[in-house]
Every structure is written in C-alpha cells, then in structure tokens.
C-alpha cells in the first residue's frame, strides 16, 4: 500500500504531517477546555450544555483521530508508504476518523435544531427521551455508515494520511463523493436553521417573552457550530468538485480539514458570552478565593429543572400554582422536567 508523490511534494511533507500534528493538538486541548469549563461549573446540569458537552466530546475524539492519521505512514525515497504490518492500524484509523466526523456533524445539527424549534416553533425539546434518541442517532447512525466502506476494504492510504482510498477506483470514490455531500447538505442546513433563528429573534416577529429570553442564552451557543458548518461547507464544495474531476488532491484537503479542527477554541470562548457562565465562573474562582460561600445557580441535579423560559416568568402565587402548572403543561410555554 504506497503512494508516488512527486519531488514537491515530498519535500514538504513533515512539515505538512507536522501542521496536521498540531493542528490536532491544538484542536484536542480546546475541546478539553470546553469539556472541564462545563463540568467544573456543573453546567452539565442544563440541557443545552449537555448538549455542548457532548460536541466538545466529540470534537476532542475527531481531533485526536485526525492526529493519528499519519501515525502510520513513513516517507522512504520519493514513496509515502504505511509501515510494515500497520496496515489493519491505518485501516482502523480511517474507520474511527469517518465515524468521529459524522458524529460531530450530527451533533452540531442537534444544537441546531434545538434552537430553531425554541426560536420558530417556541419548544423546548429537552425532555429525557428527546436526549436518549439524540445520542442514539449521533452514535449509532455514524456506525452504520462508516461500517459500509469497511466492508469494502476502502479504508487505507490516501495521499499521506488514513481515510478513504484514492478516487481512481470506483467504489472508494463514490464513498468519498458521499461523504462530501452528507457534509454539504447537514451543515448547509445546519446555517440555514440558525440563520432562521437569528432572523426571528432580531425581527419584530412575535416570539413569546419566556422563549425569547430562552433564545437569548443559547443563541451564543451557535457561534462555534455556525462557524465550523461554514467552513466546512467549503471544504466539503471543494471536496466534491475534486471527487466528480477524479482528481487527487488528499495532502491538501488533509490539512484544510486539520486546520479547521482548530476553530474549536471558539467553543470555550463563547461560553464566556452567555451571562449564566460568567457568573458560575466568577462564583467558583471567589469560592476557591475562601471569598464566597453562596451555593451554585446551576439547578441542583436532585431538583426538578427548570427551562430557561421559566426564569424569566413573574413570581406565581402559592393559591395559584396548580392551576398554573396545569395550564402551562397544556399551552407548552413552560416546562418541566425531572
């Protein structure tokens, strides 16, 4: 399993293999940053931070892969090959890089949707159920689907890292222009719905005040997957156009592909946008300060938790309060959830 790279190309491919390297690095401590922000301030505790977390999981395990990917390559003359007897190891990273990457795709459509239904539809899809099916489908779907070119031995060299095999052949290249297409279509529709979202919450379109103030917490939450949807809306136009001329452009789409892994770092830093954080954050480093022993505005998991619409709600009398829950279980405007 080799590949003939021409004088060019071989001269700059440690540094390329180097870039994709920290690149990878850069991208996997971004992501643990986001994942030990929301843990150290029981974040996790709210939905849509669940949410997060499980797209900085991801975004962590994608990143790492990518890294991988030139683990088992070597340059001898002016051949790349794959180590002796790593072979089954490159197959095996391709097969985890394409699951990674599609989980990480459907996850950022998970959020995306979420905050077009509270913007659009006013709900709030956060019931237990709605998380059970959502992580079933990010796991189980990029399985399925990454299962398929293992079984037709697609997996292996491809320029100087392990994914699908060269376009020349038939079946690997079908597999690579499906690939780019499901990235084009989740994250194309992954920007239209937040745009929609972002037009509603701007327009003076009527948004109920509970799910507006709901729209304005996760709305910064976006940023990140806007970001990386648009870029690799790019990325994946550029790829299918490669895929349909047959051409082989690998060494570059590699490091494309790596360097926008680093467009993670935006993740930790759109938490600071979202006022709830800052004040848990602030909280914590006066609480480590010996400064602060208020307890933490995160709902308590052992509570019944409470959607963000329901904070901005004015205060209900005791006499009323059943008959308050029994018609916002009816109306939909306020939920709740063990």
């Known amino acids: 399993m080799h590949a003939v790279m021409n004088t060019t190309e071989v001269k700059s491919v440690q540094l390329l293999i180097d870039l994709n390297s920290t690149f990878a690095i850069i991208g996997c401590l971004a992501s643990i940053l986001a994942v030990v922000l929301i843990l150290i301030t029981k974040a996790y505790r709210q939905y849509v931070y669940r949410l997060q977390l499980y797209l900085a999981i991801v975004c962590l395990l994608f990143a790492a892969s990518l890294g991988f990917e030139t683990l088992p390559v070597t340059v001898e003359n002016s051949t790349v090959t794959v180590r002796e007897g790593w ?37 709030q899809l956060h019931q237990l159920r709605h998380e059970v ?21 697609s997996y292996g060299l491809d320029g100087i ?23 084009f279509l989740l994250h194309g529709a992954s920007i239209v719905l937040v745009f929609a979202a972002v037009l509603k919450f701007c327009s003076k379109c009527a948004i109920t005040s509970p799910y507006r103030a709901a729209l304005k917490e996760v709305l910064p939450l976006t940023i990140y997957p806007s970001i990386y949807s648009i870029a690799t809306l790019t990325s994946a136009i550029v790829g299918i156009l490669d895929v349909a001329k047959q051409s082989d452009s690998a060494v570059d789409e590699m490091v494309v592909v790596g360097f926008i892994q680093t467009f993670v770092l935006v993740l930790p830093l759109s938490f600071f946008l979202h006022q709830r954080m800052r004040h848990e954050l602030l909280h914590l480093i006066k609480k480590t300060l010996g400064k602060s022993d208020t307890p933490s505005t995160w709902v308590s ?9 329901e904070t901005s709600r004015p205060p209900i009398e005791p006499a009323n309060e059943r008959e308050h829950l029994v018609n916002s279980r009816s109306t939909g405007y306020v939920s709740i959830s063990a």
């Not at 197959?91 to 459509?109: D, E, P, R």
């Not at 099916?133 to 031995?153: E, S």
């Open 161 to 183: 890292w392990c994914w699908i095999k060269g376009a020349s052949d038939g079946v690997n290249s079908s597999f690579k222009f499906a690939t780019e297409i499901f990235a």
């Open 87 to 123: 072979d089954d190891v490159c197959v095996a990273i391709g097969y985890v890089t394409q699951h990674f990457g599609f989980s990480k795709t459907l996850c950022i459509v998970w959020i995306c949707v979420y905050v077009f239904m509270v913007a659009i539809f006013q709900k």
């Open 133 to 153: 099916i959502g992580l079933i489908v990010m796991v189980g779907l990029p399985a399925l689907i990454a299962w398929m070119p293992l079984v037709h031995g």
């Open 301 to 309: 998991a052992s509570e019944p938790s409470v959607s963000y619409a």
